[in-house]
């Protein structure tokens, strides 16, 4: 069962066109407003560096514990993981901004301010700019790996790869928690430096796996839809739709977790997180939208098995839920670096061109090899899967 994703002409122009688009509004950001780009510059960054990172873990999870029902779609989380090396060049881009990003990166801020001071041993740019390269060398050595083995696996077979890769996913899961939990704390929490969650990095790690298994069963359907993947069965879709509400109401969880907590306790330092998001002008709909769009929108459309296991009903949901992850970002981002509400060209633009980018990228990667993982243990029962 040997087969290629071939990329359409038309796909292809539409990637660029929609990378053109993003530069376009990326150089009008800077000549308007350059902590307005810079804003944009680092959500998006992190946007799409969380669907690959996320969609590793999706795929080492799936490793670990033996799922013969996904067996056959683990091209697709390993070619979103091939956007690791891409997004480790776009950040490294992202230094010259760190001064606009974070108010620590000042030293005249911090030598006038005790409680930056007192996390600058932590807090200092060379360091910041060091945990960075420590981060992306783990994950791009960690994917490459993985993937490596998965494609030797197609032209030789046996078990002795595939025990490795589950070697290999194991060692992944433990390094990608602990790494992209410090990645968020250093890349988004640190830009209010003097507020600070115990349940902000995990709640942004649970965000990336949630959003990463919506873009999968995204790809998984239009692929199928161009007539891939034909043994996908409703069983499947439900399969994919239940790991979208289980991990729905988990980010819901940890969200209202660190909302009431902080709401309880009443302490000014941490409450004013949350007051500038919920009182501040402009921002209450897009705290509330957040909630709406990525917790109860999926727990309650996704409930039913009959919906969970209708196609056209999770390609609508989802390109919802892929705005609730920017609304989620924008919410964490923009206050602290940009200081009101603004959602105009440059917002959207920069978010196609990234898009366009991440497409160009993962279809690339699919394309490079075989679309199905022919010598899997579990590809028979994937392709006869039924609950």
Known sequence: MEERLKLSRIYIIACLSMIVIGIAALVVAFIGDPQRAWANYLLNNVYFLSLAVGAMFFLSIQRVSHSGWSAGFIRVPEAMGAYIPIAAVLFLLLIPGAHSLYHWSHADAVSHDSLLAHKAPYLNLPFWVIRMVVFFGLWILMTWLIRRLSRREDLSGGL???KKGEHYAKIFIFIV????SFAMIDWIMSIDAHWYSTIFAIKNFVAAF???AI???FIVLILNQRGYFPFLSKSHVGDFSRYIFMLCIIWGYFWFTEFMLIWYANIPEETTYFITRVRGEGWRPFF?????INWFLPFVLLMPKAIGQNKL?????????IVGQFIDLYLQIFPGTVGKQVLGFQEIGIFVGFAGLFMLVVGYALSRGNLYPVNHPYLEECKHHHT
Request: aromatic share 14%.
């Open 160 to 162: 002795s790869f595939f």
């Open 177 to 180: 928690i602990i790494t992209f």
């Open 210 to 212: 949630h959003h990463a």
């Open 215 to 217: 873009i999968i069963v």
């Open 288 to 292: 509330f939208a957040n909630l709406l």
């Open 313 to 321: 009903v999770v390609k609508i949901v989802i390109p919802v839920l």
